[in-house]
């Protein structure tokens, strides 16, 4: 029987062309919206997806042919993923692919906020030669808390094994730890931790899950690292905690107001305070949801998705 595949964004072309190759068939539609994707998917058996639109229930009940979909990438919050897999539709992840460049962004934003590197750039760029402020922290010595020890978390606690540091991880799953940190109860990462660094999905229970009380119970003043998913942190308190000196750098590649559009963001009337906070504080720095989105990342994911699509038509 043909395997139909719609693709609904773009990809890196290897996605494509390999597909081809063993034989599947491939259309593209990148502009249709949610709607009119509904009313043709009934003629495909597989989706390849980023996070155009959410493929909920109402979007599954209409593919009654459908027998995967696949994510180009890790996060699977865009999917009813319960539902899908009790209509027995699998779902393709690809994590593996865009890993290593989630966790060389995290590294680089830690050296980047411990040495001032955006800030004395600019200062230089702009004519001031500013030594004392600009001095930096080491990482040598200090404590890494992983929250989230799946393929990010790992990639990156790799990532920290040349540095004198102790990397510790928490995760709601028991014994994922591997040779390159300790895993601990949440109260001892709280305890010990310098650098906080978050990779865990965004559901139901991780929603919100940095706020106020969380941030409270941090022993030491602390440093944090998100590359996850904004509403994983509640924003307001994570600016009370830098104002107040408990957090004292944050590296943001994803913010709670993602979502909304540039131009509502920058609208004075619409600014939330805290992303003003953000935008200003010179121990912050704020990417733009780009940490797994290098070029390499972008032909890996594609070849991670040809590879286990074939390998669910057993096409080896
Ligand atoms: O989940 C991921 O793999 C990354 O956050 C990239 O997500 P995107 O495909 O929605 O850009």
């Known amino acids: 029987m043909d395997i139909k595949i719609l693709h609904i964004d773009s990809n890196h072309s290897l996605l494509w062309d390999q597909l081809n ?18 009313a043709i998917i009934e003629g495909y058996q597989g989706i390849v997806i980023r996070s155009r639109f959410k493929i909920d229930k109402s979007f599954l009940d209409k593919a009654t042919n459908l027998q995967f979909i696949a994510r180009v990438g890790a996060g699977l919050e865009s999917i009813d993923c319960e539902y899908a897999i009790s209509k027995n539709i699998s779902l393709i992840a690809a994590p593996e692919g865009n890993r290593n460049a989630v966790a060389e962004h995290s590294l680089g934003m830690i050296l980047s906020l411990f040495n001032n590197l955006n800030q004395a750039d600019a200062e230089i760029k702009s004519g001031n030669w500013n030594r004392e ?3 930096g922290h080491e ?23 040349g540095f004198d540091v102790e990397v510790l991880c928490y995760d709601i ?21 310098d650098v906080l660094s978050l990779h865990i999905p965004w559901t139901p229970e991780t929603d919100k899950m940095i ?11 602390f440093w944090i690292i998100n590359t996850s ?15 107040s000196g408990k957090i004292l750098g944050a590296g943001l590649d994803v913010l709670e107001y993602e979502k909304l559009s540039f131009e509502t963001l920058f609208n004075d009337k619409n600014t939330p305070e805290a992303f003003q906070y953000l935008m200003q504080s ?30 669910k038509y057993n096409y080896l």
Do not use: C
Request: glycine share 6%; hydrophobic share 40%.
């Open 21 to 38: 190759k063993a034989g599947f068939i491939n259309h593209s539609d990148f502009k249709s919206s949610k709607e009119e994707v509904e």
């Open 229 to 243: 998913r904004g509403k994983n942190i509640v924003t307001a308190d994570l600016v009370a905690a830098m104002q």
């Open 173 to 193: 799953l028991n014994n994922v730890a591997d040779a390159n940190a300790e895993q601990v109860s949440l109260e001892e990462l709280q305890q010990k931790t």
């Open 282 to 311: 010179q121990n912050v720095i704020l990417t733009p949801h780009i940490a797994g989105w290098t070029f390499e990342s972008h032909e890996r994911l594609a070849q991670v998705i040809v590879d286990k699509i074939k390998l």
């Open 139 to 161: 990482l040598d010595g200090k404590t890494i808390g992983i929250i989230g020890y799946g393929n990010m978390g790992k990639a990156f606690a790799k990532k920290l094994q």
């Open 211 to 221: 706020n106020s009380k969380f941030i409270e119970d941090f022993k030491k003043s």
């Open 133 to 135: 402020i600009n001095r």
